[in-house]
């Protein structure tokens, strides 16, 4: 029975497991505040959750849109263990100004939660008639890179009914061309458009006025690293014309293994593995 112990014992080291949005560098891909067409109002509350047992050092970083971000306006603050802090909505003090959207990075030193409700609602009315959507942070681990590929869900080009955005964030301060292919349901590419992406930048792309002749259904935002040492993130939105409700859509990423080893300690995990086996099979003959 050694050699089934050790060959499970290899296995689990080495399986995957689903990857938790918890980290010590986390982006939002889409927050703000601001007037809208049609007189509504663009606002953003923001949780983060210290669920570990230490104090956590914080520094959020507001990441203005359509612009490198070398020195992002900074927040600092600790948070105690399981406690939440809430930004509702968020205000200067986060943003550095008084009205922008972008996207905001939050770094510590220790893990944490985020997630933001992104929301409009008409200037005159209360909150309690605004339309929402939900964005997880993602973390800057699973950004992708040159030669890189991630897709997102939930693209339907029907100008009449309804809109598709994408907000992307570089995450390595570094610039990126990348591609955005278009994916019917079939898996076929029915089109392609390549962007460019600077240092620390947040950029929110129409898919429909990239792609203004375009008509599909069900498809996916595939989005592939070109050239460049920058890094992204993306998460994309569905929105109908007429009641403004959105669905978020976030990126895919690879799982990562349960526990990092260097190369040569799986090789020896592999060698050892093997030998037990072999000599398994040997003594039972």
Not at 105 to 116: G, K
Not at 162 to 180: D, F, H, I, K, M
Not at 206 to 229: K, Q, T
């Amino acid at each position: 029975m050694r050699f089934v112990l050790v060959a499970t014992l290899f296995l689990s080291l080495a399986s995957p497991i689903s990857a938790a949005s918890s980290d010590i560098d986390l982006f939002v891909p889409v927050a703000g505040h601001g007037r809208q067409a049609g007189g509504r109002v663009f606002d953003t509350t923001l949780w983060i959750t210290n669920s570990g047992n230490t104090p956590a050092h914080v520094t959020l970083q507001f990441l203005r849109a359509m612009q490198s971000n070398p020195s992002p306006h900074t927040t600092t603050f600790t948070l105690a263990p399981s406690a939440t802090r809430v930004f509702d909505p968020i205000s200067r003090d986060l943003l550095g100004i008084d009205e922008g959207v972008g996207a905001i990075r939050i770094r510590s030193d220790q893990a944490l939660l985020a997630a933001v409700r992104a929301f409009t609602r008409v200037e005159s009315e209360p909150r309690s008639r605004a339309v929402a959507t939900t964005f997880n942070a993602i973390p800057a681990r699973f950004a992708i890179g040159n030669g890189q590929t991630a897709i997102a869900q939930g693209v339907t080009l029907d100008p009449a009914a309804e809109r598709n955005r994408l907000y992307v964030v570089e995450t390595a301060g570094q610039p990126l061309t990348y591609s955005l292919a278009i994916v019917d349901a079939n898996g076929n590419t029915v089109a392609q458009k390549a962007f460019y992406i600077t240092a620390f930048e947040e950029r929110s792309i129409d898919v429909g006025d990239e792609f203004p002749n375009l008509r599909v259904d069900h498809a996916i935002a595939r989005v592939r690293g070109m050239n460049g040492n920058g890094r992204i993130i993306f998460a994309g939105t569905q929105i109908a014309r007429d009641s403004q409700d959105g669905n978020a859509y976030e990126m895919s990423y690879v799982n990562e293994p349960r526990v990092r080893m260097p190369i040569g300690e799986i090789v020896a995990y592999v060698i050892v593995a093997c030998a037990v086996i072999i000599a398994a099979a040997v003594y039972r003959r």
